[in-house]
């Protein structure tokens, strides 16, 4: 129940990422969901009240890019979008993606398969990274730390190679998890994700001068405890560096002056600092505490390095071109078909989060609970869906709304956006925010 500062103010109008290409009205809409939503006099609602055409889609869909899913979708493609990959699309049904994954995978004779581990510490770039492999955006990116909650599985399928991206949350510490009351989750995921990699891909963010001289205890001690998981080095956020030189003492410092069993010749490079620990060699998983041993920074066992910007469409290609190559023989996983193991649910509700966490500030967005009220396909078939967000105390519910509900009306239409561009069909949003009782 809403708190009584809120009495009366059972609706606000808002741009909730409606588009309406079907003979259903917003206010007939609006009707139909409150009646849904069951709206008491006290209840604090946001409906949404307004209709994007086609105009504003194409000079919405410039934020996505070039050829993007949106401009595909609004016939904006460029000539030469023919000889790009194709990028499948997510199904808006639950039970379609799930058939789908179920689904005999469509592989040709000389099929090649590689699954790659994401690590890295939280807020390295991984799931950024992730979508950019990926061609959509599929996983929550978000400058707050413990954005990925859990394992995610994305799939880039290209001629008779596949490789499966496992897109971990950030490696984290017990001390931490227990302090924050994190899921533990994201302490053990990125462990069992190993267990069955063919590939690691460690992240590091060379624009944080606090942490990028070094590898996280927790990275070096997955990496030493799957020592046999070959691995590379992505050096992410370069186009952060002022003085790109910075570069070649980080990764001296990064492999300990060894890439591929081969000592790098670079004059200048970081030395390892005292009172620098790093876990010993006997480390056996997520639960272990660090033990005192030789003071270690890198990682000598890389056998590459890669130098990109994650949100450079030319830097990640040369990426994904590696990771093709370094696909082995084997059968497919899934279906060409197949971009994300995630259900529709669970990727409305990350995207969710996703602007909860860039929108609202410090503990509140982790304090915010869902719901979905409706989810279903419409007479002309857009997506109709209806989430409540349940937050604990009255004034996380006016800083969620924001004044006259504009905050929550710009939540809305983002989510509607990327979730327009993930499945490629018509969307219509409404987000209600209730008081926790």
């Given at each position: 129940?809403?708190?009584?500062?809120?009495?009366?103010?059972?609706?606000?109008?808002?741009?909730?990422?409606?588009?309406?290409?079907?003979?259903?009205?917003?206010?007939?809409?609006?009707?139909?969901?409150?009646?849904?939503?069951?709206?008491?006099?006290?209840?604090?609602?946001?409906?949404?009240?307004?209709?994007?055409?086609?105009?504003?889609?194409?000079?919405?869909?410039?934020?996505?890019?070039?050829?993007?899913?949106?401009?595909?979708?609004?016939?904006?493609?460029?000539?030469?979008?023919?000889?790009?990959?194709?990028?499948?699309?997510?199904?808006?049904?639950?039970?379609?993606?799930?058939?789908?994954?179920?689904?005999?995978?469509?592989?040709?004779e000389n099929a090649r398969v590689l699954r790659v581990?994401?690590?890295?510490?939280?807020?390295?770039?991984?799931?950024?990274?992730?979508?950019?492999?990926?061609?959509?955006?599929?996983?929550?990116?978000?400058?707050?730390?413990?954005?990925t909650r859990c394992q995610a599985l994305g799939v880039?399928?290209?001629?008779?190679a596949q490789v499966i991206l496992l897109d971990t949350?950030?490696?984290?510490?017990?001390?931490?998890?227990?302090?924050?009351?994190?899921?533990?989750?994201?302490?053990?995921?990125?462990?069992?994700?190993?267990?069955?990699?063919?590939?690691?891909?460690?992240?590091?963010?060379?624009?944080?001068?606090?942490?990028?001289?070094?590898?996280?205890?927790?990275?070096?001690?997955?990496?030493?405890?799957?020592?046999?998981?070959?691995?590379?080095?992505?050096?992410?956020?370069?186009?952060?560096?002022?003085?790109?030189?910075?570069?070649?003492?980080?990764?001296?410092?990064?492999?300990?002056?060894?890439?591929?069993?081969?000592?790098?010749?670079?004059?200048?490079?970081?030395?390892?600092?005292?009172?620098?620990?790093?876990?010993?060699?006997?480390?056996?998983?997520?639960?272990?505490?660090?033990?005192?041993?030789?003071?270690?920074?890198?990682?000598?066992?890389?056998?590459?390095?890669?130098?990109?910007?994650?949100?450079?469409?030319?830097?990640?290609?040369?990426?994904?071109?590696?990771?093709?190559?370094?696909?082995?023989?084997?059968?497919?996983?899934?279906?060409?078909?197949?971009?994300?193991?995630?259900?529709?649910?669970?990727?409305?509700?990350?995207?969710?989060?996703?602007?909860?966490?860039?929108?609202?500030?410090?503990?509140?967005?982790?304090?915010?609970?869902?719901?979905?009220?409706?989810?279903?396909?419409?007479?002309?078939?857009?997506?109709?869906?209806?989430?409540?967000?349940?937050?604990?105390?009255?004034?996380?519910?006016?800083?969620?709304?924001?004044?006259?509900?504009?905050?929550?009306?710009?939540?809305?239409?983002?989510?509607?956006?990327?979730?327009?561009?993930?499945?490629?069909?018509?969307?219509?949003?409404?987000?209600?925010?209730?008081?926790?009782?």
């Open positions: 129940m809403a708190a009584t500062g809120w009495r009366g103010a059972s609706l606000f109008p808002a741009v909730l990422g409606f588009w309406q290409l079907g003979p259903v009205t917003a206010s007939e809409w609006a009707t139909r969901s409150l009646s849904l939503l069951g709206c008491q006099r006290r209840s604090v609602y946001c409906a949404a009240g307004a209709t994007f055409s086609g105009p504003l889609l194409a000079s919405a869909s410039r934020r996505y890019g070039q050829n993007s899913a949106l401009d595909c979708f609004l016939g904006l493609s460029q000539p030469d979008s023919l000889l790009t990959p194709h990028v499948p699309a997510v199904s808006m049904h639950r039970d379609e993606q799930d058939l789908l994954l179920v689904h005999r995978p469509n592989m040709p581990v994401l690590l890295g510490a939280p807020n390295a770039g991984k799931s950024t990274l992730s979508n950019q492999l990926l061609g959509r955006k599929v996983f929550p990116v978000s400058k707050k730390v413990h954005t880039i399928t290209e001629e008779e949350p950030g490696l984290i510490s017990p001390v931490k998890q227990k302090r924050h009351r994190l899921e533990p989750s994201l302490l053990e995921d990125p462990w069992k994700s190993m267990e069955s990699a063919d590939l690691a891909v460690v992240i590091v963010d060379v624009s944080d001068k606090w942490t990028r001289n070094q590898l996280s205890p927790q990275v070096f001690q997955c990496l030493t405890q799957f020592s046999q998981v070959p691995s590379i080095l992505v050096m992410n956020k370069v186009d952060c560096l002022k003085q790109k030189s910075v570069l070649l003492e980080l990764t001296a410092a990064l492999t300990e002056g060894v890439v591929n069993g081969k000592k790098l010749k670079i004059r200048q490079a970081f030395r390892a600092q005292p009172g620098i620990h790093r876990p010993s060699p006997a480390a056996k998983g997520p639960n272990t505490p660090s033990v005192g041993g030789p003071q270690r920074i890198g990682w000598p066992h890389f056998q590459e390095i890669f130098m990109l910007s994650a949100l450079s469409q030319e830097d990640v290609k040369t990426l994904k071109q590696y990771l093709l190559a370094q696909a082995r023989p084997g059968p497919w996983e899934f279906h060409s078909e197949v971009l994300t193991s995630q259900t529709p649910e669970e990727i409305c509700a990350n995207i969710i989060r996703e602007k909860l966490l860039e929108h609202l500030p410090q503990e509140v967005p982790y304090n915010v609970q869902q719901k979905t009220i409706l989810w279903e396909e419409g007479p002309s078939g857009e997506l109709m869906i209806i989430q409540r967000l349940l937050v604990p105390k009255e004034s996380h519910m006016r800083i969620l709304i924001g004044p006259k509900g504009h905050l929550i009306s710009q939540i809305a239409e983002e989510v509607g956006r990327d979730l327009m561009n993930i499945f490629l069909c018509d969307v219509q949003l409404q987000l209600s925010v209730k008081l926790l009782t």
